[in-house]
């Protein structure tokens, strides 16, 4: 009996010491039970003084975007991005351009769900005299980010793309979009994502007698890389 005692002992204490240098060893590659510390599509950061990479694909364009960390709990940042769809909507193939700059602000993040906005304002060109020529985007969102192991967060959110034409049948467009999305961390530094986005936008434009409302897509895949 006493045998047993002293073998069970033993196994308990292999077990911690195992345990303990597996913590140990995630610690040491920069990993965490829940999350890697970074996202660039949820409400958490990408953390003080690191720098993102972000690409992205899909509907309503491409984009190229970086990010940088100027806090734990603030993001700064540029896009320049290529469209086909005009503002998300798609009733209209438009090929354009835009520029924002990016902001994120994290409110909440306790490892295991994680709270933030966005605002990226700037203009954006069309290549259509129906539209006018020019623009300015006045996106902002809120989104929530569940990390599920080390390599997977989840990500909703609620996002008002707001944006302004000018001229004739100009004004506020508002659109409220829904959706979610996720990012899957191939190792600590590089991550691929999927985000999707739907809902009405509501237009100011009187020229559309058939509809003042349209329903808008935003359906991306991307990649990024923390520098």
């Known amino acids: 009996m006493r045998f047993l005692n002293v073998m069970g002992a033993v196994l308990v ?31 958490q950061t990408v953390g003080q003084g690191n720098t993102a990479f972000v690409g992205q694909v899909g509907w309503p364009g491409l984009s190229a975007s970086l990010l940088h960390g100027g806090t734990e709990r603030f993001d700064i940042g540029g896009r320049f991005g290529f ?32 709270v933030g906005m966005t605002f990226e304002p700037g203009p954006f060109f069309v290549f259509d005299d129906r539209f006018n020529d020019v623009g300015m985007d006045l996106p902002i969102g809120l989104q929530v980010g569940i990390p599920v192991g080390n390599a997977l967060m989840l990500n909703g959110g609620i996002d008002m793309p707001l944006f302004v034409t000018f001229g004739t049948g100009g004004g ?17 530094n590089i991550a691929v ?31 990024a890389v923390k520098l």
């Open 13 to 43: 204490a292999l077990t911690l010491a195992g345990e303990a240098q597996a913590q140990r060893s995630t610690a040491s590659a920069g990993y965490s039970g829940r999350g890697q510390g970074w996202s660039v599509l949820s409400g």
């Open 83 to 114: 469209n086909w769809g005009f503002q998300r909507m798609v009733e209209f193939v438009e090929p354009g351009i835009s520029l924002a700059a990016l902001f994120r602000l994290n409110f909440v993040d306790n490892g295991r769900v994680n």
């Open 172 to 188: 506020l467009w508002v659109p409220v979009l829904f959706g979610g999305g996720l990012e899957y961390f191939i190792d600590r």
């Open 193 to 223: 994502s999927f985000k999707l986005r739907m809902g009405p936008t509501l237009s100011p434009d009187t020229r559309f007698t058939e509809s003042q409302a349209f329903f808008s897509l935003e359906s991306l895949v991307g990649v």
